[in-house]
């Protein structure tokens, strides 16, 4: 059974700082993996979609890499903004009937001014 | 714009009182879900529809209904709530093709406190 794993579950660092979010997974048969930011209170919103076959996707200040072999993604956040502060959550869409979403339980992110 | 909508944004209700969330999505999207979050479990698929009429049970199905007669509507019915249904749903939408689901949109929640 997949099981998605966010470490840390929480990290506060200084505004400015490049910082990096990780997400494990434990069976590489995935169609997709999706990084999802979520504010105090409000929805999620899509940041990046890495498809199976790729390495990495970059929007912005944001860089996430998918190594399947290992079970690994990292979503690398470059110069940090108290704006960044949030929820981040990892999810992938594993190969199976139903195309289940499996989730981590987040890293919730404060980055400080 | 693309979005998905859910009503209400907030809902008190008491048990045993039936209740419906809905559930919109402009995009012309086949796949839609219901997830709810709750702290320490995180999200949970509750039901999913892959098209307009194909419906199907996800993790947490007990005590939830719902149907799938629009392609752009997908509402979650509580027949008779209970206060171990208060929790934040989420109502979710994606494209899909034969063999792959892409990106998946969320509605912003509904928070549901059954007392």
């Known amino acids: 059974k997949q099981e998605v794993t966010q470490i840390p579950a929480a990290l506060s660092v200084p505004e400015g700082e490049n910082l990096v979010l990780n997400c494990s997974f434990t069976d590489s048969a995935i169609y997709n993996l999706q990084w999802f930011r979520q504010d105090p209170g409000k929805g999620l919103t899509s940041l990046l979609l890495?498809?199976?076959s790729q390495r990495e996707q970059t929007s912005g200040r944001l860089n996430a890499s998918l190594d399947k072999s290992s079970g690994r993604s990292t979503l690398y956040i470059a110069a940090s903004q108290p704006g960044d502060s949030a929820t981040y959550l990892c999810a992938v869409r594993i190969l199976d009937s139903n195309y289940q979403l499996i989730w981590g339980a987040g890293t919730k992110l404060i980055i400080k001014p | 714009e693309a979005q998905v909508t859910q009503n209400p944004r907030y809902l008190i209700t008491v048990t045993g009182k039936k209740l419906t969330v809905t559930c919109s999505q402009n995009m012309n999207h086949e796949y839609m879900s219901w997830y709810r979050q709750d702290p320490g479990l995180g999200l949970r698929q509750i039901y999913y529809?892959?098209?307009?009429?194909?419906?199907d049970k996800g993790d947490v199905p007990e005590g939830y209904k719902v149907s799938r007669k629009e392609k752009r509507n997908f509402p979650l019915i509580l027949e008779s709530p209970s206060p171990n249904q208060t929790s934040l749903y989420f109502c979710a939408s994606s494209s899909s093709g034969a063999t792959q689901i892409y990106e998946q949109y969320f509605g912003p929640g509904t928070r549901l406190t059954v007392t």
């Open positions: 890495i498809q199976s």
């Open positions: 529809s892959m098209n307009v009429e194909v419906t």
